[in-house]
């Protein structure tokens, strides 16, 4: 396994929003502004990241039956550790990020990758994963932030981006514009799937 | 505290504040059991009942966390008895209903990860409720959820035959169609209790 293909798996083919379907939840309920989705995006490739090295080191010692268990009391620890630390030093985050950062325990992402990548592969190549992933999330999240910023209250980063007469379409910054933004994402990432699938496949046909 | 408060606390959480619609708690079940009605019910109810018996046993060890000055541990303990309660509706459900514990399959030991039971435990502690309000929150919660599940899951069951776009299949217009049900919800935003 490479850096290079990990890094395409967990950015495009295996990408954890889009393909796999993990973390639905928080990537729904924080993307309406930019800044908010760069701290969640932030905070979960840091705690992915460390669970991930710590569960790979352990992953021989920790019995199988109770492993679940194990992974959450990992996880947990860690995102204390980053709840404290932006209680104290990034506030504003912490306020308006609000119960999803302690929820990232349950972010089925963490568990997901320790369960499914973490537990069975060395310490180098679950740090990459982790730090790859969590990338892939944090892309998903920044341009769902981007659309429904921009279009729902016409800013970016709290600047004005769209001219005076623009009358943003506040629906996109409600709860509906999270489900149908998503889904349009998705859409078009199984379009583009597909369509690079057939690329290939033709590709082969050719070379027959 | 009265009776109207427990009331409001109720009909937020079921149709204002819905879990699923309003707060964007539990969505990976929601997505992942809704095919069929008879499983997304199930899901609800077991989903119903581990929600109010976190939120009073939580309630308790977040007063025992504050006395004891380990306030901050709150996310660990709380996780480690929600994973507790599960196993034992695990074991409960295989025991006497087990028609309902094969057909939730995997998803059961999942409720563990369902966030809007972690998350019902950790507003009750945001929100300051006190015992009977945290019990209410939580199974009223519980309820919110059973309703939006079962709704999605009998406009899902329809989908099957719908002629969408190839790229929307399976979950994109799912979440098309949550999201419209979700505007349906807005509607409930205009509704006051007294």
Redesign the interface.
């Known amino acids: 396994m490479n850096a290079k293909k990990q890094l395409k798996e967990g950015l495009l083919t295996q990408n954890p929003v889009l393909v796999q ?2 973390g ?3 990537t ?2 924080i993307t309406t502004s930019i800044m908010n989705g760069l701290g969640m995006g932030v905070s979960v490739i840091i705690i992915l990241t460390l669970s991930n090295i710590i569960i790979s080191l352990l992953r021989k010692i920790i019995p199988n039956e109770v492993r ?2 194990c992974f ?2 990992v996880i ?2 860690f ?2 550790c980053v ?2 630390l932006l209680k104290a030093f990034l506030p504003e985050i912490d306020k308006s990020l ?2 999803f950062i ?2 990232i ?4 992402i963490i ?1 997901g990758r320790a369960e499914a990548f973490a537990s069975k592969n060395a310490v180098g190549a679950s740090t990459l994963d982790g730090i790859f992933q969590g990338l892939g999330y944090t892309v998903v999240l920044i341009i769902m932030c981007f659309f429904r910023e921009l279009f729902g209250a016409g800013k970016l980063l709290d600047i004005q981006i769209m001219p005076d007469g623009y009358t943003p379409i506040g ?1 996109l910054t ?7 933004c ?3 994402l ?3 990432m ?2 583009a799937l ?1 369509k690079s699938a057939k690329k290939n496949e033709n590709k082969e046909k050719e070379a027959k | 505290m009265t009776i109207t408060s427990l009331l409001a606390i109720a009909l937020g959480a079921i149709l204002t504040n819905n879990f699923i619609f309003a707060q964007f708690l539990g969505i990976c079940p929601f997505l992942g059991v809704s095919k069929k009605i008879d499983t997304a019910v199930g899901m609800g109810a077991a989903v119903t009942f581990v929600m109010g018996l976190a939120s009073a046993v939580c309630f308790g060890i977040n007063r025992l966390l504050v006395a004891a000055g380990l306030g901050y541990m709150q996310t660990v303990a709380f996780i480690l008895v929600i994973a507790a309660l599960v196993q034992f509706v695990e074991m409960f459900l295989k025991k006497n209903v087990p028609t309902l514990y094969t057909a939730l399959g995997v998803y059961l030991p999942l409720i563990t990860t369902n966030c809007a039971v972690l998350g019902v435990a950790l507003l009750n502690v945001q929100n300051d409720y006190n015992f009977i309000q945290s019990v209410v929150y939580g199974i009223t919660g519980g309820l919110g959820f059973l309703l939006a599940i079962f709704l999605f899951a009998a406009v899902r069951e329809q989908l099957e035959f719908a002629d969408n776009p190839k790229c929307f299949d399976g979950f994109p217009i799912a979440l098309v169609t949550a999201g419209l049900i979700a505007l349906a919800f807005m509607g409930f935003s205009g509704l006051k209790v007294w």
């Open positions: 379907l993990l639905m939840c928080s729904m309920a679940i268990a959450i009391v947990a620890g995102v204390t709840q404290l609000g119960v302690p929820l325990v349950v972010n089925c568990l629906i409600l709860p509906v514009g999270g489900f149908i998503l889904g349009v998705i859409a078009v199984q379009w597909a």
